[in-house]
Nanobody, 118 residues
């Protein structure tokens, strides 16, 4: 079973940048599409970005407008989310997960808090 652990969150001022990391255990990491989701207080968890197993395809939520970039390094069992031009509305707990079915993601980590001050 795959286990994921997110890190890299923190407090940043508006228009600043952060890079989140997702560390995976398990030898099958490269076979999974990895995604980042986020959940703000009082809101449902929402999709942010995803990357295919070999990294050849990337998918982004429309609201990002090119501010975030997802990547992965299968040799290290790592995935990343580079976030730029952060805004207060990006404040949320960010989770990484893997695609388990056509519309299902799981194996969530504990999340990492991102707080953007204005």
């Amino acid at each position: 079973q795959l286990h994921l652990f997110e890190s890299g969150g923190g407090l940043v001022q508006a228009v600043g940048s952060l890079r989140l990391s997702c560390a995976a255990s398990g030898r099958t990491f490269a076979t999974y599409t990895v995604a980042w989701f986020r959940q703000a207080p009082g809101k449902e968890r929402e999709f942010v970005a995803a990357i295919s197993g070999r990294g050849s395809r990337e998918y982004y939520a429309d609201f990002l407008k090119g501010r975030f970039n997802i990547s992965r390094d299968n040799t290290k069992n790592m995935a990343y989310l580079r976030m730029t031009n952060l805004q207060p509305e990006d404040t949320a707990v960010y989770y990484c997960g893997v695609q388990l079915g056509s519309d299902t993601f799981g194996s969530w980590g504990q999340g990492t808090q991102v707080t953007v001050s204005s």
